[in-house]
């Protein structure tokens, strides 16, 4: 007799299969119903009844030998015999298929040895949306953890600030035009999906800077429009239908709340950081934002320092969006206005917390 043995893995113990199917004996049969690597049945050998009429009328043997008391792993055993003869009446997939499905019926009768109980699977955990396992206020679905995700957010956000610099985007909401909703209006476009539509959307935008964020889009995210938080604490289940979280974010928002102090010196800065200064002379809104982008990407511009940002705007005043260098703020008329530590009215750099 010649035996193969094939180990089948499985989690709790089980018995010694042995088959034992009699049929022509050769190892290697000329039309490969037989293959030296120990199958019983080759899938080609299905239906092919004919071609068989050299085979002697015989009955296929199926047998299951029970040799280990303590039903250990599987063995599966496929033996031949020389003197043995298949019948060219049985169909060796019906062979198979009954081998299998004695197979199965064993592997559920000795899942677990005799008097041990069945082990319950544990429950599958479901998603927790509302984790915030650095307690910024952010769910962690919603902060970006991929370095992929991270930068391919700051070039969509910094090219799309700097792209308002040359020409304003029908998009942008005219009554949203200020410092702080420059920031909104890039880091909410930024978060979508890019494809023909938006471009056309979008106007003098015809370049795709970069692959779109994996993680979500804006139409699919946890927070959908509403990314920006408006007050101090860690997230919690109930924020957002709470009103923690708006579509609206004014500068000191944006400072207090959705982004992280990085530092005062702008070697610590990265493309997508935020700046901002405090003018305790306006009564309004005090807070005033810039974007660094780092290197400009339109213009030909040299340098690796520009910030693009909107003066803000008024019932006499429009405002309008400018692109400039630090080392030229730093020469700016009113030292109020430039980006050095010595400054106070400069607060420093900042990161988005969906990046940090």
């Known amino acids: 007799?010649?035996?193969?043995?094939?180990?089948?893995?499985?989690?709790?113990?089980?018995?010694?299969?042995?088959?034992?199917?009699?049929?022509?004996?050769?190892?290697?049969?000329?039309?490969?119903?037989?293959?030296?690597?120990?199958?019983?049945?080759?899938?080609?050998?299905?239906?092919?009844?004919?071609?068989?009429?050299?085979?002697?009328s015989g009955k296929p043997i199926l047998r299951l030998?029970?040799?280990?008391?303590?039903?250990?792993?599987?063995?599966?055993?496929?033996?031949?015999?020389?003197?043995?003869?298949?019948?060219?009446?049985?169909?060796?997939?019906?062979?198979?298929?009954?081998?299998?499905?004695?197979?199965?019926?064993?592997?559920?009768?000795?899942?677990?040895?005799?008097?041990?109980?069945?082990i319950a699977a544990?429950?599958?955990?479901?998603?927790?949306?509302?984790?915030?396992?650095?307690?910024?206020?952010?769910?962690?679905?919603?902060?970006?953890?991929?370095?992929?995700?991270?930068?391919?957010?700051?070039q969509w956000f910094t090219w799309i600030a700097e792209m308002q610099f040359y020409q304003i985007s029908e998009a942008w909401n005219q009554e949203q035009r200020d410092c702080a909703g420059l920031v909104r209006f890039a880091m909410r476009e930024a978060l979508r999906r890019h494809d023909r539509g938006w471009f056309q959307k979008m106007g003098p935008l015809q370049e795709q800077v970069a692959p779109d964020v994996d993680a979500y889009n804006l139409e699919n995210g946890p927070l959908g429009e509403k990314l920006f938080r408006t007050d101090f604490g860690s997230f919690k289940a109930g924020d957002l239908a709470g009103g923690i979280f708006s579509e609206y974010a004014d500068g000191r928002t944006l400072k207090n709340y959705n982004c992280t102090f990085i530092g005062?010196?702008?070697?610590?800065?990265?493309?997508?950081?935020?700046?901002?200064?405090?003018?305790?002379?306006?009564?309004?809104?005090?807070?005033?934002?810039?974007?660094?982008?780092?290197?400009?990407?339109?213009?030909?511009?040299?340098?690796?320092?520009w910030v693009v940002y909107h003066t803000g705007s008024s019932a006499s005043d429009a405002g309008t969006v400018k692109k400039v260098r630090l080392g030229v703020l730093d020469n700016h008329p009113d030292p109020r206005w430039r980006p050095v530590p010595t400054n106070r009215n400069f607060l420093g750099f900042y990161r988005l917390k969906i990046l940090d």
Request: hydrophobic content about 35%; aromatic content about 6%; some cysteine.
């Open 1 to 56: 007799m010649s035996e193969s043995f094939i180990v089948l893995p499985g989690p709790g113990p089980i018995t010694q299969i042995q088959f034992s199917l009699n049929h022509k004996a050769s190892a290697r049969s000329a039309d490969g119903d037989i293959p030296s690597d120990g199958d019983c049945v080759n899938r080609r050998a299905r239906g092919r009844q004919a071609g068989a009429a050299n085979m002697k």
């Open 65 to 118: 030998n029970m040799t280990d008391p303590k039903c250990r792993r599987p063995v599966l055993s496929a033996s031949r015999k020389g003197q043995d003869r298949m019948a060219a009446g049985a169909p060796s997939g019906l062979v198979a298929l009954g081998g299998l499905l004695c197979l199965s019926m064993i592997l559920g009768g000795c899942a677990r040895a005799p008097g041990r109980p069945a």
């Open 122 to 154: 544990p429950p599958t955990p479901a998603a927790d949306c509302c984790q915030d396992a650095n307690s910024n206020g952010f769910p962690d679905q919603a902060e970006l953890h991929s370095f992929d995700d991270r930068e391919n957010f700051r």
């Open 264 to 305: 005062r010196e702008r070697t610590q800065a990265r493309p997508g950081d935020l700046l901002f200064f405090y003018r305790p002379w306006v009564q309004h809104y005090p807070y005033h934002v810039m974007i660094f982008t780092g290197r400009a990407r339109a213009g030909g511009d040299i340098g690796s320092d």
